[in-house]
């Protein structure tokens, strides 16, 4: 047998379907809801990112912008001007108090703004102002060479914005600075009378940037328009050919933004462009996004497991509340198999076990009782029977008989003893019938007859009969003996008390499936207190003869039912007539149908 | 019936114990314990060098999300602290040790006591007398010695006298650069080399070693600084004699003191090495031993010929001026 097949415990089916409903649901629901909360995070992440550039970015504007202003609020100042439209024609003395009001007025400026490194204006005639006043220009370095000079010449007033780059004009100096450059002009705007330089300390954007988070992995970076490096926190492995940046691909991009797959893991590029020209570019890895991804996973599998748990929990839990009152009535039940039928299951909460119990227990008390009344019913049977049998051989009336045939041999009557012998002989055969309990109606007909023909030899004269049988009825079955105690009763309770000679006629009939005898006499008849006491009677200090009525009433509704049975009328003198009913059975049918049923 | 019931709690128990064991092995898969990694240097303050090597270093362990941590004596002299801090190092037992030798020799015990404790073991910038690392990362010395004698080569006259100041005896870098040095000056026509000096890796020792070489040896037509304080000394000695310009000097390394003698002409060239990519390869080497790749035997980082031409070049001011600083 295959184990799917086996029988299974209903316990054991609820508890694995709910642990199964439990599972599923609860690896969806987690599955559904990490994933949910994973795109949130991401989603959380990546704004935050991109906030995180445009933050930078804005920073960034705000100190190039700083700047701008500077160079705008110097170009101008009074002093300014007045010293570039006329520095050849003042006078040493007055120039050199110029020059110390300016550079007064940078060192205000660059005292009030962190960010600024240093302000400078180089003189076309190689004058030079700082906003410091002991600041000397390195003697080895020539300004005019410098990358911020040349293109400040070149753009005629337009500032210019450097990458970021090692300063080293000043003395001792060489700070990393974002220079903004810008040539003045005076009067006439086409002749230029200097350039004005101003330094950007290089730390405030590269302290900003490597601060900045963006994963184990992410950083920041930011080109300028040509693609040079203003900052990388990687600059050097970059330029020792360790690693390599896309600088082309941002350079070009103009979506502000892509992604590069590389070994397995995806790393997206964001990118921010300034007005300046600068590009500020976040780089951060896909799979750190979310950075606490395992310590998500960790709780939500957790969670899951927990709901597992108390799931399964539950499901024993549930199904042995479930299948307790059933193993219950199974108990039981075994008890009642095993024959105590005395048991009361307990009727408890839920509707259909409390319903169940019930019915079991009216069960058993109803078949507590059919089991008594069968015993009843047994113990009934093995008495009749055992009347029946008494019928059969009643001795007085063998006694009788022998007495009879003694009394006739004495006589000399031969052929009476041998009439009489012979009756007997078949009153037996007839009467023993192989021990079947059905006899057809022939035999019993043979029986009474005989019966008859042994007491109207007894009585001589006394007893006159008639059977009027239907021979149509000879093939259907009876029990047996049953008319013979009605025929007895007729006579000595009827005939024998009456003065001259009693008739009795024995008549059969075949009507709506039922064959009805009619024993009728026209004896002295009974009155009907003891009609009524005829057929209930069984034993007591009632005569043998009565005993035998209601054997025979008994055996019939024993057999075939209330609905058959013995039924008197009887006038005191007028004589008794006995109805018997039972069912018509047909002897070849129940033979069939015996033979249908082995 | 009953085996039948057991079988079905087993499958029932079954079933989460595998997503469990499932959801463990993918932890431990995706997230094992961060490697520790000891890095041992031959000097934590003296030298720019090295705060640039550990630097590279840093920015491998954060890349590799590695457990790093740095040890070495404040001056690179200090040998003998700096094998005690190994020492320190291996009861440690880290996944790997990364380790520059502060000695040729005097390390060999100490590197087979790693070896011996099953450590894997990358060399950086400086080996040891012997075959003991899985990987040496390191700048080519001997090239590089051979780099700052030919700038010295093209400077000299034709009969040239030169004095190699070196720093401290026994390193290998030292011993490997000095070899290179040699290799050139030695085949050039009418050159002589005067001797080997050594600074201790001092610059005041340099300075001191460098002024009374100048005193005994007027007709000195070069100098070859082997490393930066020994290259700052002997330009300061240069310098403070009035010679700059007639005796030449080609050094190592890079620092502000060496941009200013580059400026002022003292310092003729300087070869200067990728400190960053040693202490980023280091820990990326280690990372992958670690994790059970093959490593090559011998990795040479290059070295930069820096003037007073190319020094302000974009690609050159990151490697003089490695650290952005008010």
């Given at each position: 047998m295959k184990s799917s097949q086996r029988i299974k415990s209903i316990q054991s089916r609820i508890a694995s379907s709910f642990v199964m409903l439990v599972l599923f649901t609860a690896l969806l629901l987690i599955f559904i809801s990490y994933r949910l909360s994973e795109s949130a995070v991401r989603e959380t992440a990546e704004s935050y990112t991109s906030e995180l550039i445009n933050q930078v970015n804005a920073n960034i504007q705000t100190y190039i912008t700083g700047m701008k202003d500077i160079s705008l609020a110097t170009m101008n100042n009074p002093n300014v001007r007045e010293y570039l439209a006329s520095s050849e024609e003042l006078q040493p003395a007055e120039l050199a108090q110029l020059k110390a009001k300016i550079s007064e007025y940078f060192h205000s400026i660059r005292v009030s703004r962190k960010d600024i490194a240093s302000i400078n204006i180089f003189g076309e005639g190689g004058t030079f102002i700082s906003d410091r006043t002991n600041a000397e220009l390195n003697p080895y370095i020539e300004v005019s060479e410098q990358p911020w000079y040349r293109q400040a010449q070149e753009n005629k007033g337009q500032t210019v914005i450097s990458s970021s780059h090692v300063q080293p004009v000043i003395k001792g100096e060489y700070r990393w600075v974002v220079s903004l450059s810008r040539e003045l002009s005076g009067i006439t705007p086409t002749q230029g009378l200097g350039i004005l330089l101003i330094d950007l300390n290089f730390k405030v954007i590269n302290d900003m940037l490597s601060k900045l988070d963006l994963g184990n992995r992410g950083y920041v970076f930011v080109i300028d328009s040509q693609g040079r490096i203003v900052y990388h926190p990687q600059q050097q492995l970059l330029y020792s050919n360790l690693k390599t940046e896309r600088l082309e691909q941002v350079l070009q991009d103009k979506q502000g933004g892509f992604v590069v797959k590389e070994d397995g893991a995806s790393r997206i590029y964001s990118i921010k462009d300034t007005d300046f020209g600068w590009k500020i570019v976040g780089v951060f890895y896909e799979n750190e996004l979310v950075d606490n991804k395992k310590q998500m996973q960790l709780s939500f599998a957790v969670a899951g497991l927990l709901c597992l748990g108390l799931g399964v929990l539950f499901s024993v839990v549930i199904s042995r509340n479930l299948t307790r009152p059933i193993k219950k009535l199974q108990e039981k039940m075994m008890e009642v198999e095993k024959g105590n039928f005395d048991i009361r299951v307990p009727v408890g909460h839920s509707r259909e076990i409390s319903g169940l119990a019930r019915s079991f227990n009216v069960m058993v008390s109803k078949v507590k009782e059919l089991m008594r009344q069968i015993m009843v019913e047994q113990e009934f049977k093995r008495k009749s029977e055992l009347n029946a049998l008494q019928a059969q051989i009643n001795p007085h009336f063998l006694y009788n008989t022998l007495d009879s045939i003694i009394w006739m041999a004495e006589s000399k009557k031969h052929d009476e003893v041998i009439l009489m012998t012979s009756a007997l002989a078949r009153l037996f055969r007839a009467s023993l019938s192989?021990?079947?309990e059905l006899i057809p109606i022939a035999t019993e007909m043979e029986h009474i007859t005989n019966y008859l023909k042994i007491q109207q030899m007894r009585y001589q004269d006394k007893i006159r009969y008639t059977l009027d049988m239907d021979p149509e009825l000879y093939s259907y079955l009876t029990l047996k003996v049953l008319l013979q105690p009605l025929v007895e009763n007729a006579i000595y309770h009827g005939i024998k008390n009456k003065e001259g000679p009693g008739t009795i006629t024995i008549t059969g009939a075949h009507e709506d499936h039922m064959i009805v005898f009619q024993v009728m006499d026209d004896g002295i008849g009974m009155d009907e207190a003891k009609v009524e006491t005829l057929l209930t009677s069984s034993g007591g200090n009632q005569s043998r003869n009565s005993v035998g009525i209601a054997n025979v009433h008994q055996r019939i509704q024993l057999y075939?039912?209330?609905?058959y049975g013995l039924s008197y009328t009887s006038e005191p003198g007028a004589g008794t007539c006995v109805k018997l009913l039972i069912p018509a059975i047909h002897a070849e049918e129940r033979r069939e149908k015996e033979g249908d049923m082995p | 019936m009953k085996s039948y019931l057991s079988m079905r709690y087993i499958v029932m128990l079954l079933i989460p114990a595998l997503i469990v064991g499932y959801a463990i092995l993918q932890w431990s898969k995706d997230e094992p314990r961060p490697k520790k990694i000891i890095v041992g240097v031959k000097a934590v303050e003296e030298i720019e060098f090295w705060r640039v090597l550990i630097e590279g270093v840093n920015t491998a362990s954060r890349e590799f999300g590695v457990d790093v941590s740095v040890v070495g004596p404040p001056r690179e002299i200090q040998v003998d602290l700096q094998i005690q801090m190994l020492q320190e190092a291996i009861k440690q037992q880290p996944d790997a040790i990364v380790m520059a030798a502060g000695d040729y020799n005097r390390l060999v015990p100490t590197v087979e006591s790693i070896r011996k404790a099953g450590i894997p073991l990358i060399m950086i910038d400086s080996a040891v007398n012997g075959d003991y690392a899985q990987s040496l990362i390191a700048t080519d010395n001997f090239n590089a010695g051979q780099k700052a004698a030919v700038e010295l080569a093209e400077r000299l006259p034709v009969n040239a006298k030169v004095a190699i100041v070196s720093f401290v005896q026994g390193t290998s870098t030292q011993i490997e650069r000095e070899q290179g040095v040699r290799s050139i000056l030695e085949q050039r026509e009418g050159t002589e080399i005067v001797g080997t000096y050594y600074s201790e890796g001092m610059e005041e020792r340099a300075y001191e070693i460098t002024m009374e070489l100048l005193r005994e040896r007027p007709d000195l037509d070069g100098i070859v600084g082997l490393n930066e304080p020994s290259t700052v000394g002997a330009g300061r000695a240069i310098g403070e004699q009035g010679l700059v310009g007639k005796v030449k000097l080609v050094g190592f390394d890079s620092s502000i003191k060496e941009v200013k003698l580059l400026e002022e002409g003292v310092l003729q060239s300087t070869i200067v090495q990728k400190p960053f990519s040693i202490g980023y390869l280091g820990i990326k080497t280690a990372v992958s031993l670690i994790e059970g790749d093959k490593v090559s035997p011998n990795v040479y980082t290059d070295s930069v010929i820096i003037n007073k031409d190319n020094m302000y070049t974009e690609e050159n001011q990151k490697l003089l001026f490695p650290f952005v600083e008010e």
């Open positions: 192989k021990g079947k075939f039912g209330a609905n | -």
